[in-house]
């Protein structure tokens, strides 16, 4: 059967199950718009190509399959760099398909030329730039199959458009062996030394943390660890990229650990003398000052990628495997710690001495941002989906909501991505439609894709966006305060400018405000009221307020510092 190029890479995404693209078309991806109207993929028509990539992320990151964005060349592969980065850090699966011009053209900067290659090469797993139409059905399913195992990451491929418009014989590969995988091997044969080593330390520990990362939700390994947990009764910390992995609500989760972590969690590592790391990276972020963190601690590392391996912190013993693999082994093995009740008493000292907290008002007119997100959270269904922005409103998303399942939390970490949590929101309710989707946004991030809004409304996919506004760049607003002798620089931005109710509106979406307690109540019930259209909720919240708990950068985490409210007596 002949098919165009064009025809081959639509076919090739049915032929790997793909429901939804994301993408905005233009001239050199433009043969391809044509195959895709017969096809039964859906296709989202964004508004910007950074809100295409987001999307995917979010699709991915809500149901775990690969997300899929395709866009033109030139500016049209530039502006989809930085979800290619934030899913590279973030190991998140995507298969992103740009446009190129025509072969003989590539090297002679042609109109929307662009090395997007190279410019990708340092932050994808792989990338492909199809020479010859024979080569599509090939190319594509080896980036499904590069991008979702191992450590999952994005895959791109770029794809000219005199192949797109060339005939190939239809073909589709039967197995791995006829994938292009250029000696890449994935599949992992655990090394039970390693097992029994790791077993043996846990064997003598006296006070254990299981510091579980982001990999632990790649391998779909909540109920193991939850399980393993359980069992040894160990205490577990779990970092923003696992939020969920892990129910909040049990007794043995201490919370979030790094730079504003719990006390209990970033203390609960410090002190430590075992530290088992379920894919967590020891990103800089947990760690503070890396000499100090965790030092009498042995430390068991458990990845996908052995790059990680003694990376950051020297591994005691290092285990390559996915982290279901690893604690099917270890609960094999009977691995068990020592007494663990004087830890544990130890633990709950200072859980019940310093909780998170925020400064209490007798005020009906201030809002408080934790307090704004406690509230949606009790208005909201079990199973509700969260998107987040970067910045503070993150931070107390991540803390004040409660996440009892995975794939819950949806949010930028290793890239720390400004306006990754509206179109984040739009891909996970495109993959979950059933699901409500809330977005807890800040008024800088809002700012840099609320455009998609008009995508949600036009596409379908309505979602709850709560803009927490306090008129200024709050993260940096902090730092300014506390580490620049409040010398404000470049971080106010005006509450009323834009006017965001207005601007809901104009996207087609409801657009409410709330600047007291009732207005805040009547605000999240009539969000939640409304399923069939984006709300958007201007929430006026105080510029002074900060996030604790709280480490400086490059400071050590035993010099924590806990909301005023408390002092700390170590």
Not at 104 to 112: E, L, N, P, R, V
Not at 303 to 311: H, S, T, V
Not at 329 to 356: C, S
Not at 391 to 408: N, V
Request: with cysteine; hydrophobic share 45%.
């Amino acid at each position: 059967m002949k098919l165009t190029g064009a025809q081959a890479l639509i076919k090739s995404l049915e032929q790997e199950g793909v429901e939804i693209i994301f993408g905005l078309p233009g001239g050199a991806i433009l043969p391809v718009y044509d195959p895709i109207r017969d096809s039964s993929i859906r296709h989202v028509l964004v508004r910007h190509e950074q809100g295409a990539g987001h999307m995917a992320e979010g699709y991915a990151l809500a149901t775990g399959k690969p997300g899929v964005a395709m866009v033109t060349s030139g500016p049209g592969a530039t502006n989809i760099v930085t979800p290619i980065a934030n899913a590279h850090m973030d190991s998140t699966p995507l298969v992103v398909i740009t446009g190129q011009v025509a072969s003989a053209s590539i090297g002679t900067d042609a109109f929307q030329e662009c090395d997007i290659t190279g410019i990708t090469m340092g932050i994808t797993k792989h990338n492909f730039l199809i020479t010859h139409a024979d080569e599509i059905p090939r190319v594509v399913a080896s980036a499904f199959y590069i991008a979702t195992t191992g450590r999952p990451g994005p895959v791109l491929i770029d794809f000219p458009k005199d192949i797109a418009q060339s005939e190939m014989e239809w073909w589709y590969p039967e197995s791995i062996e006829e994938y292009d995988l250029l000696g890449y091997k994935p599949e992992i044969i655990l090394d039970q030394s390693s097992i029994d080593e790791a077993v043996a330390l846990i064997s003598q520990a006296e006070r254990p943390v299981l510091y579980v990362g982001g990999g632990t939700l790649k391998s779909n390994a909540s109920q193991q660890l939850i399980a393993f947990a359980e069992r040894t009764k160990m205490p577990v910390v779990t970092t923003l990229m696992a939020r969920g992995a892990f129910p909040d609500s049990h007794p043995q989760h201490l919370g979030m650990p790094g730079m504003h972590g719990t006390y209990s969690a970033v203390t609960a590592i410090q002190k430590s003398d075992l530290l088992i790391s379920l894919g967590a990276r020891f990103d800089d972020r947990v760690t503070g000052k890396i000499s100090a963190f965790a030092a009498g601690a042995k430390i068991i590392h458990v990845d996908i990628d052995p790059a990680e391996f003694n990376k950051v912190k020297v591994a005691t013993v290092a285990v390559r495997s996915d982290i279901a693999t690893a604690l099917a082994a270890f609960d094999a093995a009977k691995a068990m710690p020592k007494n663990l009740d004087p830890w544990w008493e130890v633990l709950t000292g200072w859980r019940e001495k310093y909780p998170l907290v925020y400064a209490p008002t007798d005020d009906p007119a201030l809002l408080r941002p934790q307090e704004i997100i406690e509230a949606i959270a009790a208005a909201s269904k079990p199973g509700t989906i969260v998107s987040s922005g970067v910045g503070q409103h993150q931070m107390w998303a991540s803390h004040f909501w409660k996440f009892e399942e995975p794939r819950t939390w949806i949010n930028s970490g290793g890239a720390g991505t400004m306006g990754f949590g509206v179109p984040a929101a739009i891909g996970a309710k495109a993959a979950m439609p059933d699901r409500d989707v809330w977005c807890i946004d800040g008024d800088g991030c809002f700012q840099m894709t609320a455009q998609e809004i008009v995508t949600a409304t036009s596409e379908g996919f309505p979602i709850k966006v709560a803009i927490l506004n306090n008129a200024y760049l709050g993260m940096v607003r902090q730092w300014q305060e506390m580490f620049y002798e409040e010398r404000f620089s470049e971080v106010f931005l005006d509450a009323d400018l834009p006017d965001y109710v207005k601007w809901a509106e104009s996207m087609g979406a409801v657009g409410l405000r709330a600047r007291t307690i009732e207005e805040m109540h009547e605000a999240i019930r009539q969000a939640n009221e409304i399923n069939d259209r984006t709300v958007v909720i201007d929430f006026r919240t105080p510029a002074s307020e900060k996030v604790f708990p709280m480490v400086a950068a490059g400071a050590s985490n035993d010099d924590i510092m806990v909301h005023p409210l408390q002092e700390v007596k170590n």
